[in-house]
């Protein structure tokens, strides 16, 4: 089995109406993505979203011109082999951006696990056919609105809810915090992720009061790459510290914040580490060690659905993570993400196991590079 083509569309999607200022800016003009799919000379074929940052059509072409020529030829079925010499290669005259390999290597999996006619949990090798799922914010107006997205999340049946507060007021966020807790109560999990937004002595501060309201993790209350400062944290805190999502190269960049314990559990999906392969990787090296790999949302629901096919095949792995509120993500699929009473279930179906919506992409797509 060769590709014989490889298509990258860049895509730009209008959201419309949308009431949280998500991503900090409060910039949600439009989504960039890009999409890939991948053909192969026994007529299989693979498609899977990417990310693009704030420029489809910039991406998508430095992606394109890069690997287009880097998997013409190859055997889908030769993904360890295309890994390393793509991470040579990139050594040399590459240098992509962090998500620039992941969609690619999700359609090598995607088209053997088409070829061995299993859904793509069960070519990884199962452990589970389903997965907790737990609602994560966007940075939100007011207090009153983190509490009623909260409740909201609670009553649909959600296992957890996560909160992203503005970083910018310490005191404004643990307020926050403080009343989401008191609405939601004593037993609801709740987590928390500030985004890199403060420094040492206000994590320990902020993690202090975290565990005082039963909160279940702190998520990259530092900058990932602040090593020091995050062992610091993780030495001083009960509460589990969480990170490593944005550091590039994984595994080989997190496995000494693993084996020193820099965070309690790492961070891994398939946009940003590089693939379902990176994914795997990731929380393989981390199981070992005895350390949770918490598989991070990849935004696009086409690629969620990969996330949720690699947690489903991770032991170390207590959720699946969606943005919310989910409508506002959901295109892309035909179907809405697979959750029914706060579960995911991972599709049946060969390779994605799930439809793509062509209409939608195509009215999405601004260039074919």
């Known amino acids: 089995m060769k590709i014989t083509d490889v298509k990258v569309r860049c895509c730009q999607r209008r959201p419309g109406e949308f009431a949280a200022n998500a991503f900090r800016t409060g910039d949600l003009a439009k989504f960039e993505f890009i999409v890939v799919t991948m053909t192969t000379d026994t007529g299989l074929e693979a498609t899977t979203f990417g990310f693009a940052g704030r420029s489809a059509a910039?991406?998508?072409?430095?992606?394109?011109?890069?690997?287009?020529?880097?998997?013409?030829?190859?055997?889908?079925?030769?993904?360890?082999?295309?890994?390393?010499?793509?991470?040579?290669a990139d050594r040399w005259w590459g240098h992509l951006p962090i998500y620039g390999y992941g969609p690619f290597d999700t359609c090598l999996w995607l088209l053997s696990a088409l070829d061995a006619g299993?859904?793509?949990?069960?070519?990884?090798?199962?452990?589970?056919?389903?997965?907790?799922?737990y609602a994560s914010s966007m940075i939100l107006a007011d207090p009153q609105a983190y509490v009623a997205e909260a409740l909201r999340a609670k009553a649909e049946g959600l296992k957890a809810y996560k909160l992203h507060t503005p970083g910018h007021d310490l005191d404004y966020d643990i307020d926050v915090h403080r009343k989401v807790r008191e609405a939601v109560g004593p037993d609801y999990r709740l987590m928390s992720d500030p985004v890199s937004m403060f420094n040492l002595e206000q994590s320990i501060r902020f993690g202090r009061e975290l565990e005082r309201l039963g909160y279940y993790w702190l998520e990259e209350p530092l900058y990932d790459e602040d090593v020091h400062a995050l062992r610091e944290l993780t030495r001083t805190l009960e509460i589990p510290v969480v990170g490593t999502e944005v550091?590039?190269?994984?595994?080989?960049?997190?496995?000494?914040?693993?084996?020193?314990?820099?965070?309690?559990?790492?961070?891994?999906?398939?946009?940003?580490?590089?693939?379902?392969?990176?994914?795997?990787?990731t929380a393989r090296l981390a199981e070992a060690f005895g350390v949770n790999c918490e598989v991070h949302t990849s935004i696009f629901h086409p690629l969620e659905i990969v996330n949720l096919h690699c947690a489903a095949?991770?032991?170390?792995?207590?959720?699946?993570?969606?943005?919310?509120?989910?409508?506002?993500?959901?295109?892309?699929?035909?179907?809405?993400?697979?959750?029914?009473?706060?579960?995911?279930?991972?599709?049946?179906?060969?390779?994605?196991?799930?439809e793509i919506d062509w209409d939608d992409i195509d009215n999405c797509t601004i260039a074919q590079v």
């Not at 011109?65 to 993904?79: C, E, Y």
């Open 58 to 88: 910039g991406a998508g072409r430095l992606i394109a011109d890069t690997l287009r020529p880097f998997f013409l030829g190859r055997d889908p079925l030769d993904r360890e082999k295309a890994w390393h010499d793509f991470r040579v």
């Open 118 to 133: 299993q859904p793509l949990y069960k070519y990884l090798g199962a452990f589970r056919d389903s997965v907790p799922v």
């Open 247 to 281: 550091l590039a190269k994984h595994p080989y960049s997190i496995a000494e914040c693993i084996a020193t314990r820099v965070v309690d559990r790492v961070r891994a999906d398939v946009s940003w580490t590089g693939g379902v392969t990176g994914v795997m990787k």
């Open 313 to 354: 095949a991770i032991k170390n792995c207590d959720f699946f993570e969606v943005l919310y509120p989910i409508e506002n993500f959901a295109f892309g699929l035909k179907a809405p993400l697979p959750i029914r009473d706060g579960m995911a279930t991972p599709p049946d179906g060969p390779g994605l196991g799930v």
